[in-house]
């Protein structure tokens, strides 16, 4: 919260969990014009939504902290932007991240986009991420940095790669320099009700709800034959779109093999699902397509780390121009490297961009 040098209108994205309701407490503390705004996006009587629950979290957060509370309806751009991204996704035969879809068109999308029309200055969220702001920038002669956020083992900044410099010019990550136990401390320590409320799992806005039943409720089963990499059939499946790259379980196989197998590729338009060994899920080299830069296009080849999934490990790797988007070479091999689902480059704690792996 660096950048905020005078006082400031601020709306702040309240979820109902105790790193929003510390980021409001923050802003309130340091004399900012704050009001809370809870976005319902998934309707409250579908299947493990959890969403009356949070709004009223929200609502007695706004009242301890005496500011205003307002509520938006995204329901229908949540479906349409993010749930329906989510299936057509699997059903083409890839993993998608909708939390990444969710940043992009409905928190700093629509949200910011509201915030700003009724004149706000900033709009906040619980991200744990940090957003730099140097004198070149104040100069109009630079750019601002995402960076990882201050708490390793939390760090968000993997589902933030798609946000443009206009957005982190209207963003603010209150808890970003913060440790997940110096959140709960503080929470306990102002009286908060939510500070020992479990971290949400799940699909941004839906919670811990089972993908399986999501698939199965929208596509259905549909048998499929599982085959080896040599091309043997040697079980069946219940349909693509319930599998990714790297899974073990799941699938039904007639051949002992005396060793674990994984999910190693998927064809959507036969139905089928190719499994092997350890061996046979390490990847040394993928494309990355849809890439975004959150600063200037870097020059190439790029050396720098990647990573494949949320929190997942941070691998050295070089980046280079491909067929159809860029080639990540890397130097050690890694496991269960899934299509549709993000690639993010940092440079140390700065997060240089990302893209969909295909």
Same mark, same amino acid.
């Given at each position: 919260m660096?950048?905020?040098?005078e006082k400031?209108?601020?709306?702040?994205?309240?979820?109902?969990?105790?790193?929003?309701s510390?980021?409001a407490y923050?802003l309130k503390e340091a004399g900012?014009d704050?009001?809370?705004?809870y976005m319902?996006?998934w309707?409250a009587?579908?299947?493990g939504?959890?969403s009356?629950k949070?709004?009223?979290?929200a609502v007695?957060?706004?009242a301890a902290l005496?500011f205003p509370f307002?509520s938006?309806?995204?329901?229908?751009?949540?479906?349409?932007k993010v749930?329906?991204y989510?299936?057509?996704?699997?059903?083409s035969g890839l993993?998608?991240?909708p939390?990444?879809?969710?940043?992009?068109e409905?928190?700093?999308g629509l949200?910011?986009?509201?915030?700003?029309g009724k004149?706000?200055?900033?709009v906040a969220?619980?991200?744990?991420?940090?957003?730099s702001?140097?004198l070149?920038?104040?100069?109009?002669?630079g750019?601002?940095q995402?960076?990882?956020?201050?708490d390793?083992?939390?760090?968000?900044?993997?589902?933030l790669?798609?946000?443009?410099?206009?957005?982190l010019?209207?963003?603010l990550?209150p808890?970003?320099?913060?440790?997940?136990?110096?959140v709960r401390?503080?929470?306990?320590?102002?009286?908060?009700?939510?500070?020992d409320k479990?971290?949400s799992?799940?699909i941004?806005?839906i919670?811990?709800?089972?993908?399986?039943?999501?698939?199965e409720e929208?596509?259905?089963?549909?048998?499929g034959a599982?085959?080896?990499v040599?091309?043997e059939v040697i *079980?069946?499946?219940d349909? &693509?779109?319930f599998?990714?790259? =790297?899974q073990?379980? @799941?699938f039904r196989?007639s051949? %002992?093999? !005396?060793?674990p197998?994984?999910?190693?590729?998927?064809?959507?338009?036969r139905?089928e699902?190719?499994v092997?060994?350890?061996?046979?899920?390490?990847?040394?080299?993928?494309g990355?397509?849809?890439?975004?830069w959150?600063g200037?296009?870097?020059k190439?080849?790029?050396k720098?780390?990647?990573r494949?999934?949320h929190l997942?490990?941070?691998?050295?790797?070089?980046?280079?121009?491909?067929?159809n *988007?860029l080639?990540?070479? &890397?130097d050690e091999?890694?496991f =269960?490297?899934?299509? @549709?689902?993000?690639?993010?480059? %940092?440079? !140390?704690?700065?997060?240089l961009?990302g893209?969909i792996?295909?």
């Amino acid at each position: 919260m660096d950048k905020l040098k005078e006082k400031k209108k601020v709306a702040v994205g309240l979820s109902g969990g105790v790193d929003s309701s510390v980021s409001a407490y923050l802003l309130k503390e340091a004399g900012h014009d704050v009001v809370g705004v809870y976005m319902k996006c998934w309707n409250a009587q579908e299947d493990g939504c959890v969403s009356d629950k949070d709004k009223n979290d929200a609502v007695k957060i706004c009242a301890a902290l005496n500011f205003p509370f307002k509520s938006l309806d995204f329901v229908k751009d949540y479906r349409e932007k993010v749930i329906e991204y989510f299936y057509n996704a699997y059903e083409s035969g890839l993993t998608p991240n909708p939390d990444v879809m969710c940043n992009r068109e409905i928190k700093f999308g629509l949200f910011l986009d509201w915030a700003m029309g009724k004149g706000f200055d900033y709009v906040a969220t619980g991200h744990y991420a940090r957003i730099s702001k140097g004198l070149e920038v104040e100069s109009g002669l630079g750019k601002f940095q995402l960076l990882k956020g201050a708490d390793v083992s939390k760090d968000q900044s993997y589902f933030l790669y798609v946000l443009e410099q206009e957005q982190l010019g209207k963003v603010l990550f209150p808890v970003g320099d913060m440790l997940k136990e110096e959140v709960r401390g503080l929470a306990r320590k102002v009286g908060f009700h939510n500070f020992d409320k479990p971290d949400s799992v799940g699909i941004c806005f839906i919670g811990d709800i089972d993908v399986r039943e999501l698939l199965e409720e929208r596509f259905g089963e549909k048998k499929g034959a599982v085959l080896s990499v040599e091309g043997e059939v040697i *079980g069946e499946h219940d349909g &693509v779109w319930f599998y990714t790259i =790297g899974q073990r379980h @799941g699938f039904r196989v007639s051949k %002992y093999f !005396g060793m674990p197998l994984y999910i190693v590729d998927k064809n959507a338009d036969r139905n089928e699902l190719v499994v092997g060994f350890t061996k046979d899920v390490l990847c040394n080299e993928f494309g990355v397509g849809s890439v975004h830069w959150i600063g200037d296009v870097p020059k190439f080849p790029l050396k720098c780390d990647v990573r494949v999934r949320h929190l997942g490990k941070l691998h050295p790797a070089t980046v280079v121009f491909g067929e159809n *988007g860029l080639k990540v070479l &890397v130097d050690e091999a890694i496991f =269960g490297v899934a299509p @549709g689902q993000s690639a993010v480059f %940092y440079d !140390g704690d700065v997060v240089l961009g990302g893209g969909i792996i295909f």
